[in-house]
């Protein structure tokens, strides 16, 4: 059984940073494509970062330049180092696995408020 827990989270000031952490279990960590994303209150769940088992990385545009995403498929573990963060950045963050045509899962959702 898949299990992803995220950590990390919490409030930080605009500006601030924050390193978010996905620990994998019950897959061939290796193998998947490795993703956060993330839902403000009243919108939809967008991407943010994607890495391939490869180590190629994919971000959202308002992200690029920010927000880095990096894997250590020794420790199961994939993270989101985020810096400059501002209030658009509010949101659940939600890691997210997957392996070819196979439904993807997902963890569930840690909190990250950037506020002053």
């Known amino acids: 059984q898949v299990q992803l827990v995220e950590s990390g989270g919490g409030l930080v000031q605009p500006g601030g940073s924050l390193r978010l952490s996905c620990a994998a279990s019950g897959i061939t960590f290796r193998r998947y494509i490795m993703g956060w994303y993330r839902q403000a209150p009243g919108k939809q769940r967008e991407l943010v970062a994607v890495?391939?088992?490869?180590?190629?990385?994919t971000y959202a545009d308002s992200v690029k330049g920010r927000f880095t995403i990096s894997r250590d498929n020794a420790k199961n573990t994939v993270y989101l180092q985020m810096n400059s963060l501002n209030p658009e950045d509010t949101a659940v963050y939600y890691c997210?696995?997957?392996?070819?045509?196979?439904?993807?899962?997902w963890g569930q959702g840690i909190q990250v408020t950037v506020s002053s």
């Open positions: 997210n696995s997957r392996l070819g045509s196979a439904p993807a899962s």
């Open positions: 890495i391939t088992s490869g180590g190629i990385s």
